[in-house]
């Protein structure tokens, strides 16, 4: 095995070092890890009039949120960069347009001074209207550069009031822009309408929804939250699929962002050499209310329009996403020609057969993930079955008869040999 | 003499052979380790594919979740071993009947089939919990590509609620997963085998081993980091070698036994004595 891996890893070097200046500058970065950017988190938290109700362990939903968010602060890791924003703090009056734009940034996000970011919470009070909407677009812009995990924790007790703009929609456009933002919500004392809104923002970007009836569930959910967007996670690289095999991009290992609409197709290029074997698999994430019944195909294809290999899943019901997979082991080349191009170069085509729930909007496209990787091919044998061995009874018997017949027959020999000698 | 020897040799063979049948009968006995070994896992499930949490084989994954979540975690499973994907959700006290399953998925993210078990179950109202299953097939060693044969390497577990009300979404459940396996033994040997198990990113992962020796020891993130407690090839041992050696030894028996068939017993009495 040692013996194969060295070649292998030569080759891999050597594949990186040339392509790393070639077309995809950003393939050669694709899955590095992301732990140099600090994560960042955006806590979005609603400060509007219902917050008073006193239905949290007996306190208002306000001061449990306030309390909340004092332990959180506590227990913030320190490489994580915090930021608040309220929505529905400020304007008090009756004017929707007014009542709508009212969203702050209480902390901004960054390097987190405890002490400084808890007297901005304390100076809370419940106020105005609910604008989730556009809440969580100025948040989308709160964030910072980096290519750290970017999370918004949205903690809300009451339903968007600022129609039409859809709150889902914007969770969604958000997701579209590529920059790897989740968002998570939290529904304080929910009703069943606001735990349909909250859901679905989570699920456009792929993200969690929680009903919480009580403070510490509340300040555990949120610190959960914070502490997995402190995790390194492989954060995947934008790629753009064409329409046909001709014009789409080569791809080298790696983990891939894409996405595509419905009834479109995308198309990949992957160099395989002989000898590597290529792995691909494809996720497509339902981020919007879609019909019951789905699929996606996977399809390895020649550039001549041969197809290799297909990996294809379907599902009925409630998903996130449809994913699968294909293997390709290129062979070996037995002659050794120098004529023929060295690398085959394989289509990938995704295609899925999502529909759309009826007034959903089809744009931007699904998300799709794509995972890469070209490895050694198959060994030969290394396992016991191809050293020969063999098992059960068929076996044995098929031995000890084996055995037997040559007994009769070395017996029978030398007793001729034998009767030969004597005569002679 | 020589047969005598050569006798009293297929006799020893057989003696040593013969003692270590043993495992060659009990092919399908679970292995000590997988089942007894009961660890505290992660705390905490992912929530895609992308960010699943890794648990070892033996060990209990927990995590606090809500009901609507994907919760998703992964383990490594190699050549021979059948897993067996267990969960067990704790619903609230009150609720509405709602429907979970539990789906696995191999390193390609193709999804595997369960050959027994509860994979999807429903939970009637108030029901106190859910318990799921799923029993795959068993690991081969290599398989045809155009085939979706379970291969060695990382496993996806997705647990979620299919079903379920809108009322539900956003409770609080308690959820443990546990997943075993079965060692199948040499019956579940092929020829061929993988270079790299079927690991995702794993060509990126040995990239960066070559590359490494710059000293950077910043934690990196992977797709998928755990190996079984054996490591991935599954070493040279297999219940075929007891099979084959006594194969040889009966044979060399019956081999002798034949020999003495047909060449008779000793000098035919006809020779004179001396010659």
């Known amino acids: ?424 | 003499m020589r047969i005598t020897r050569l006798l009293s040799a297929a006799l020893l063979a057989f003696g040593l052979s013969a003692a270590a049948v043993a495992p060659a009968a009990a092919d399908s006995t679970p292995s000590p380790g997988a089942s007894s070994e009961e660890g505290a896992g992660p705390t905490r499930a992912g929530t895609s594919f992308r960010t699943a949490t890794e648990f070892e084989q033996g060990q209990t994954a927990t995590a606090r979740a809500s009901v609507g979540d994907y919760l998703y975690w992964s383990f490594p499973a190699s050549t021979g071993q059948r897993p067996t994907v267990e969960a067990s959700v704790k619903l609230p006290k009150t609720h509405a009947a709602e429907t979970w399953r539990l789906d696995v998925y191999d390193g390609l993210r193709r999804r595997q089939a369960c050959q027994y078990g509860a994979q999807t179950r429903t939970a009637a109202a108030d029901a106190a919990s859910v318990e799921l299953k799923c029993v795959l097939r068993t690991v081969r060693a290599w398989a045809e590509p155009w085939a979706d044969d379970p291969l060695p390497g990382t496993y996806y577990v997705r647990l979620t609620a299919v079903n379920l009300t809108a009322g539900d979404l956003g409770r609080s459940v308690d959820i443990e997963v546990r997943a075993g396996s079965e060692e199948m033994g040499g019956a579940a040997a092929v020829d061929g085998s993988l270079s790299e198990p079927l690991v995702p990113g794993v060509a990126l992962r040995n990239a960066a081993d070559g590359q490494d020796g710059d000293g950077d020891d910043s934690p990196t993130a992977v797709l998928a980091d755990l190996e079984p407690e054996d490591g991935w090839t599954s070493g040279w041992w297999s219940s075929r070698w007891v099979w084959t050696a006594v194969g040889g030894a009966l044979a060399a028996l019956a081999g002798v036994a034949g020999y003495r068939l047909t060449r008779g017993t000793g000098r035919p009495s006809r020779v004179p004595p001396g010659a």
């Open chain 1, 1 to 424: 095995m040692i013996r194969r891996k060295w070649p292998a890893a030569g080759v891999g070097v050597l594949l990186a070092a040339l392509t790393a200046g070639l077309a995809l500058p950003s393939a050669a970065v694709a899955g590095e890890p992301t732990g140099r950017d600090a994560p960042q988190v955006d806590l979005v938290l609603d400060v509007s009039g219902s917050m008073r109700t006193r239905d949290i362990d007996g306190q208002s939903r306000m001061a449990a949120a306030k309390q909340a968010f004092n332990e959180v602060l506590d227990a913030t890791p320190e490489e994580v960069e915090l930021g608040i924003r309220t929505l529905g703090a400020d304007y008090p009056g009756d004017d929707r347009k007014e009542g709508c734009k009212d969203t702050a940034q209480l902390y901004p996000v960054g390097p987190l001074d405890r002490t400084e970011a808890k007297t901005a919470v304390a100076t809370l009070s419940p106020t105005g209207w609910t604008p989730i909407g556009p809440a969580l677009l100025e948040a989308a812009g709160d964030f910072g550069d980096g290519d750290g995990s970017k999370r918004i924790v949205l903690i809300s007790d009451g339903e968007d009031t600022c129609a039409p703009l859809d709150p889902c929609e914007v969770a969604r456009e958000i997701a579209a822009r590529g920059i790897g933002l989740t968002i998570d919500t939290l529904g304080l004392v929910p009703n069943a309408k606001l735990s349909r809104q909250l859901s679905c923002i989570a699920e456009a970007t792929g993200g969690t929804y929680t009903s919480v009836e009580h403070q510490d569930e509340l300040a555990e959910r949120v610190n959960e939250l914070v502490d997995r967007a402190a995790e390194p996670v492989v954060t995947p690289v934008a790629a753009e699929g064409a329409a046909s095999c001709a014009k789409a991009p080569t791809l080298e290992s790696g983990l891939y962002t894409d996405r595509e609409e419905f009834g479109q197709q995308r198309w990949y290029r992957v160099d395989v050499l002989p000898g590597q074997e290529l792995r691909a698999s494809v996720s497509v994430a339902a981020d919007r209310a879609v019909n019951p019944d789905h699929g996606v195909l996977l399809r390895a294809v020649t550039v001549h329009d041969r197809e290799i290999v297909r990996g294809e899943a379907a599902g009925t019901g409630r998903t996130d996403v449809l994913s699968t997979g294909l293997r390709y082991p290129k062979p070996e080349r037995d002659d050794d020609d120098g004529d023929k191009p060295a690398a085959e170069t394989v289509c990938l085509a995704v295609t899925h057969s999502f529909s759309p729930g009826a007034g959903v909007k089809t744009t931007p496209g699904l998300p799709l993930e794509l995972t890469i990787d070209v490895v050694e091919g198959p060994d030969g044998s290394s396992d016991v079955a191809s050293f020969g061995l063999g098992r059960g009874w068929w076996l044995l018997g098929t031995l000890v008869l084996a055995g037997f017949l040559a007994g009769l027959v070395w017996g029978w020999l030398s007793r001729w040999r034998f009767a030969v000698w004597r005569t002679s």
